[in-house]
C-alpha cells in the first residue's frame, strides 16, 4: 500500500523523535547513590554505575569532586560518530577522576567515546602503569581534559599517561591498530611520565594541547600511520616528540607546533625496525625555543625514506655547552648510531630553517656519524643539506612572554619552502592558536643557567619568584618557570 506524501514524512519524523528520545543524560555526583535514578537532582554515586547503566547516544554529566577509583573505569562504546556515549564534567565544575594506584580507564576494543572537560591523575608506580589504556581501539576523542601527577616510570618505557598498546605487530591495514582517535586542547602537566607513548596507531590527530613540565610529549613508539601532531605547546620536560618508529610507519607530520626549554625536540630511529621502514615523516613550522638539542637518532638503510624537515626555527639564547662525547652531542641536529654510522642520505631532507644559538655556546652544531661540525657552513659544505637554511636571531615579537609570532623585520618572513614565513606561524599573525585554549595560558621566563632542575612530581612547578624546589620528580634540561596567566 502506498502511503500520502505527508504520511511517509509522519512515519519519519515519528522515527527521529524515538530515537532522540533514546538519548538521555545520566548525572554522577559524590553525594549520589547508585541506588538512585541517575537524575540530576538524583545523582548515581559512582562513574561505573552510570558507564553500566548507559547506552549509545547518552550523556554522563559529571558533578564536582573527587572521585577515587578502587577499579579502573570499564566503559561501554557507543556505535556510531552520532551515536557516541560521551563523559562530561558538568558545566562550570572541576570533576577529578583519581586512579589512585592504578589506571583511570581501559578503552580496549572500544569505539566511538568521548571525554569532555575531566581531570585525570593517578599514583600508580608499577611497571606499564599510565593513566589511560588504549588496545584496537576506535574513534575516541578526548577533549578540553587535564591529565596531571604521573610518577616516573619504575623499569618500563612503557609506562605513560597515555599508553596505547597491540597484541603484535601489525601494519597499517591490520586490525589490532587503533584508529582515529583524537586529543585535542588538553592539558598535561607535571607528570613525570612520557604524556602520549603510541604503539600502532592509524589516523590519530593529536593538536591544540599544552604540554607542561612532562617527561615526553608526544610518542610514536611502534608503526604510527598517517598521524597528525599539530598546534600543540609544550614546556619543559625532556624530549617533545619521539618517534622511533621501531616497527616502522608511514605518514607522520608534525607542524605548527612550539616547543620551549625541553631538552629535546625530536628523536627518530635509535631502535631497531623490524625490517619495516620509516616512510614519509614531515616536520615542518615549528619553533624550538632553547631546547638543549634539536634533532637527533639515527638512520638504518634501507629503513628510512622520506624523512622531510624545512621550515623550522631552531633559536636559543641560552647556552647550553653539550659536553664532547654525548650520545646526543650536538646542539641542532645529532644523527650517529653509537657515534659512528652516518645518515643516508637520499632518505633525509634537511632545509629552509633558521638555527640560532649564542656565540658563547660551545656545543657542536652539528654530528653525522663520528664527524662533527662547527657551524652552519661546515655543515652544508660536507653534507647535502640545509642549502637554504641560515643562522640568524629570528626575532620574535616577545618570547619571554610566549608570544613566538615574527616581528616585521624578522629574516624568517617570507623565506619558506614555498615563500611562507619559518616558524609556528607560516601564515603570520592569522589567529591560529597554539596549545590549549585560550592561547596565552601560560608564559615563559628563562635564566642564564643551562643545567637542568628538578620539579615536584605532582604538584604545581609554578612559582612566581622565578624559583624552584629541588626534589624528585620529572628532570627540565635547563632553567625553565613557567607561569599560568588566568588560572
Known sequence: MKHPPHAAMGAVLALLLASTSQAK??????????????????????????????????????????????AQLDPKSGTSETSRITYKAYPGETAVVDGQAGYCLTLANKAYLTFDGLQFTTADTA??????????????????????????????????????????????????????????????????????????????????????????????KDEPYDMLVRRNLIVGGDLAFYFPMQGGGNGVTITENIV????????????????????????????????????????????DTLVAVWNNIVHADVAANIPGGEDIGSRFICMSKYQSTPMETPDYSFDFNDYSMPASDRSTAFIDGRVGYADLGAWRTA???????????????????????????????????????????PRGNDGTVIGQSPASSVSIRTRSSPRGERFPKSSSAYLANGRTTKTAGARLANDAVVAPIGR
Not at 30 to 56: C, E, N
Open 260 to 303: 620551549v626549554n625541553s631538552g629535546g625536540g625530536m628523536m627518530i630511529g635509535g631502535l631497531g625496525t623490524y625490517n619495516a621502514k620509516r616512510q614519509r615523516v614531515n616536520v615542518y613550522n615549528n619553533t624550538f625555543y632553547n631546547v638543549r638539542s634539536w634533532f637527533f637518532g639515527w638512520s638504518e638503510a634501507p629503513f
Open 127 to 220: 611497571v606499564g602503569a599510565g593513566m589511560v589504556y588504549f588496545e584496537n581501539t576506535r574513534h575516541i576523542v578526548f577533549q578540553n581534559c587535564g591529565f596531571s601527577g604521573m610518577p616516573a616510570e619504575r623499569g618500563s618505557e612503557n609506562t605513560a599517561v597515555i599508553r596505547c598498546m597491540s597484541t603484535g605487530y601489525p601494519d597499517a591495514a591490520n586490525v589490532e591498530n587503533s584508529d582515529s582517535c583524537v586529543f585535542r586542547n588538553n592539558h598535561f602537566r607535571d607528570n613525570a611520565s612520557p604524556a602520549l607513548r603510541l604503539y600502532d596507531t592509524k589516523g590519530w590527530v593529536i593538536e591544540n594541547n599544552t604540554f607542561t613540565n612532562c617527561l615526553q610529549a608526544v610518542g610514536g
Open 25 to 70: 543524560n545520566l548525572h554522577v555526583a559524590t553525594t549520589g547513590d547508585d541506588k538512585a535514578a541517575g537524575t540530576l537532582a538524583k545523582p548515581y554515586a559512582s562513574l561505573a554505575k552510570a558507564a553500566q547503566a548507559s547506552a549509545p547516544g547518552d550523556t554522563i554529566l559529571v558533578r564536582g569532586g573527587t572521585y577515587k577509583l578502587t
Open 383 to 425: 653534507r647535502p643539506f640545509d642549502a637554504h637554511s641560515f643562522s640568524s636571531a629570528p626575532f620574535f615579537v616577545n618570547a619571554s612572554a610566549s608570544d613566538f609570532h615574527l616581528q616585521t623585520a624578522s629574516p624568517c618572513k617570507g623565506v619558506g619552502k614555498s615563500g611562507e614565513d619559518l616558524g609556528a606561524y
